[in-house]
């Protein structure tokens, strides 16, 4: 079946790097996602990543994909208070015509002084 | 350009009262889905649609119901609410052949 597991917490320090796990079981998966819950807002995607890639960057963040693991992880770099939010991954299992994009439980980010 | 839409966004019930969870998207988008929030579980799947007309049971469609009369609008309802079912609520819609889900900010529903 589809699972989708991440830790739930992360605590960093600010201007450190954060790096965020995920574990998938779909080996099918076609894109796979990271969006962003800010405190009492909906998500907002963050990046993605086609299943035939194992790296993307943009400006802070870095998304690795290693298929044969299945396993997914972001990393932000120089992190910023603005960045304590709860992560979400999140997969697209390929042979989902309806798109049933199936979330893990979050990782909730926290940022230290 | 409103994207998704929910209302209302908070919502106190006591058990077994009804009530209907609307969502308008003004993007053209043939799915939509309702997903349930809940601390620890992410989110999880209740129903969807893939087009005017149709719905399709999620991960957790038990006490719910859903209808998609117009293209644009996808309506989640309880019949009798239940404390389990207190959550926060999202909608989210997607175009067909692209790749993104784009979510409404959420409804917040206690059940008493």
């Known amino acids: 079946g589809e699972d989708v597991e991440q830790s739930l917490f992360l605590s960093v320090r600010e201007g450190d790097s954060s790096v965020i796990n995920c574990t998938y079981t779909?080996?099918?998966?076609?894109?796979l996602y990271w969006y962003k819950q800010e405190p009492g807002a909906g998500l907002q995607l963050l990046t993605y990543?086609?299943?035939?890639?194992d790296m993307k960057q943009d400006q802070r963040l870095t998304v690795l994909l290693n298929k044969k693991d299945k396993h997914l992880s972001l990393r932000i770099a120089d992190t910023q208070t603005g960045d304590s939010a709860i992560y979400f991954c999140?997969?697209?299992?390929?042979?989902?015509?309806?798109?049933?994009?199936?979330f893990g439980s979050g990782t909730r980010l926290s940022i230290r002084p | 350009n409103a994207g998704v839409t929910q209302t209302p966004k908070f919502r106190v019930l006591k058990t077994g009262q009804s009530m209907t969870l609307l969502c308008a998207q003004d993007?053209?988008?043939?799915?939509m889905y309702w997903y349930r929030q809940d601390p620890g579980m992410g989110l999880r799947l209740i129903h969807y649609?893939?087009?005017?007309?149709?719905?399709a049971k999620g991960e957790v469609p038990d006490g719910y119901n859903v209808s998609r009369l117009k293209k644009q609008n996808f309506l989640l309802g309880l019949e009798s609410a239940a404390p389990s079912q207190t959550s926060v609520y999202f909608c989210a819609s997607l175009y067909r052949g692209a790749n993104v889900l784009t979510f409404g900010a959420g409804s917040r529903l206690t059940v008493l």
């Open positions: 999140a997969e697209r299992p390929g042979y989902s015509s309806a798109s049933k994009i199936i």
């Open positions: 990543i086609f299943s035939n890639m």
């Open positions: 993007m053209n988008h043939e799915y």
């Open positions: 649609s893939v087009g005017e007309g149709t719905t």
């Open positions: 779909d080996s099918s998966s076609t894109y």
